[in-house]
């Protein structure tokens, strides 16, 4: 394995390492203070490493139960339609483009 991809696999996992002390269902969100806008659209980046997550622990949820509602459900399906909307149009464009050459 080459020197470059020891770093990447090393600064991925030290991505997802401290990413998953931010998912939905780790006891950080109360009823007081409910999860809103800017906590769905976190929630919704994460989405994939949450359910990953989820297979092994029942703490970890995809989906912030204790939410604000409306404005976290937006957050939440802008960050999942932008996430991965955005990587299927930039393969998409990729492709055309290899055609085009």
């Keep these: 394995m080459k ?5 990447y696999l090393g600064i991925i996992l030290i991505l997802v ?9 780790d006891g950080s969100i109360e009823a007081e203070n409910p999860a809103g806008f800017f906590w769905g659209v976190w929630h919704g980046w994460v989405a994939p490493i949450s359910l990953i997550g989820s297979l092994f622990t029942e703490n970890i949820r995809v989906y912030e139960v204790i939410n604000s509602g409306f404005w976290y459900d937006l957050g939440f399906y802008m960050a999942i ?6 990587l299927g149009f930039a393969r998409g464009r990729k492709k055309r483009h290899e055609f085009e050459e």
């Design 3 to 7: 020197r470059k991809n020891i770093v």
């Design 17 to 25: 390492i401290s990413l998953s002390s931010c998912l939905p269902g």
């Design 81 to 86: 339609v932008s996430g991965f909307g955005g």
